[in-house]
């Protein structure tokens, strides 16, 4: 089993910036991406960003290139998404997410993780 605890949310105005992070533990060994999802009231969870933790490979979704970063610091098992130039539609819970799986096709959908933190909520306000 792999845990994973996220931090670093809030309520931020419309261009701000935020860092998420996100701390894995347990059996980490087998992680090879780490992913960031997140859900909109009302709506389905869309993937975000995405990093092999090996090589560091990034994937982006459209809607985020450009604005966040995604990171990892393996000696702290840690993730992190830098999100610049916030938009109120960037308001969601954002989750991170860990699978054995290599990033080699992007990894976008959520069902190839099996592992999920609770979720830190990101507010914008216009």
């Known amino acids: 089993q792999v845990q994973l605890v996220e931090s670093g949310g809030g309520l931020v105005q419309s261009g701000g910036s935020l860092r998420l992070s996100c701390a894995a533990s347990g059996r980490t060994v087998s992680t090879k991406t780490l992913g960031w999802f997140r859900q909109a009231p009302g709506k389905e969870r869309t993937f975000v960003a995405a990093i092999a933790l090996t090589g560091g490979s990034t994937n982006y979704a459209d809607s985020v290139k450009g604005r966040f970063t995604i990171s990892r610091d393996n000696a702290k098992n840690t993730v992190y998404l830098q999100m610049n130039s916030l938009k109120p539609e960037d308001t969601a819970l954002y989750y991170c997410?860990?699978?054995?799986?290599?990033?080699?096709?992007?990894?976008?959908?959520?069902?190839?993780?099996?592992?999920w933190g609770q979720g830190t909520q990101v507010t914008v306000s216009s």
């Open positions: 997410a860990a699978t054995p799986m290599a990033i080699t096709y992007g990894l976008p959908h959520q069902n190839l993780y099996p592992y």
